[in-house]
Antibody
Framework: EDQVVESGGGLVQPGGSLRLSCVAS????????MDWVRQAPGKGLEWVGR??????????EYAASVKGRFTISRDDSKNSVYLQMNSLKAEDTAVYYC??????????WGQGTVVTVSS | DIQMTQSPSSLSASVGDRVTITCRAS??????LAWFQQKPGKAPKSLIF???SLQSGVPSKFSGSGSGTDFTLTISSLQPEDFATYYC?????????FGGGTKVEIK
């Protein structure tokens, strides 16, 4: 069964940093793009960014709201993708979901990890 | 950025009803559209990709249609487990964007 599991969420002060991890299983991780999507409390879904596969040189895309502050990387040997979040703001408070991109778009979602940015 | 507008933002329906949700893109996205279902406190679940193709394991009571700028998600006979929030999402261009969601509630 295809599965992704996030970890690393928590409480962080404004201006601080946090690194989220996502471990995948059940599929050939290196063949797939991986994305992060977030959901602020009581709000809708917002795409954060994408890390492409080795065939596409692990290139990345980001939402304007996080570009320059967040970095997505991956380690195919560990079936893992990471979201490094720097210069965090209160508006980054959200549940962060790791997703696997299938043939078209997100087809597998993790259970999410909660990030709270507050002093 | 491509804006995705869903309507209605919420609806009340009874078990057995046929329900239709619409999604409009601010510019043409061909068939690069997906639908997701999210229940309270849970992660979203993929229902449909390429506007009308069901993800594996999704029951056939869900169907999608449309192309270009106008799309619909239909639930043929609403069941208790279908009460949730539904989101559309375009993957034609970056940034990938979602609609605001449609909450389907019990009448």
């Amino acid at each position: 069964e295809d599965q992704v599991v996030e970890s690393g969420g928590g409480l962080v002060q404004p201006g601080g940093s946090l690194r989220l991890s996502c471990v995948a299983s059940g599929f050939t991780f290196s063949d797939h793009y991986m994305d992060w999507v977030r959901q602020a409390p009581g709000k809708g879904l917002e795409w954060v960014g994408r890390n492409r596969d080795k065939a596409n040189r692990y290139t990345t895309e980001y939402a304007a709201s996080v570009k320059g502050r967040f970095t997505i990387s991956r380690d195919d040997s560990k079936n893992s993708v990471y979201l490094q979040m720097n210069s965090l703001k209160a508006e980054d408070t959200a549940v962060y979901y790791c997703t696997k991109t299938g043939t078209h778009t997100f087809d597998i979602w993790g259970q999410g990890t909660v990030v709270t940015v507050s002093s | 950025d491509i804006q995705m507008t869903q309507s209605p933002s919420s609806l009340s329906a009874s078990v057995g009803d046929r329900v239709t949700i619409t999604c409009r893109a601010s510019q043409g996205i061909s068939s690069n559209l997906a639908w997701f279902q999210q229940k309270p406190g849970k992660a979203p679940k993929s229902l449909i990709f390429a506007a009308s193709s069901l993800q594996s394991g999704v029951p056939s009571k869900f169907s999608g249609s449309g192309s270009g700028t106008d799309f619909t998600l239909t639930i043929s006979s609403l069941q208790p487990e279908d009460f949730a929030t539904y989101y559309c999402q375009q993957y034609k261009t970056y940034p990938l964007t979602f609609g605001g969601g449609t909450k389907v509630e019990i009448k």
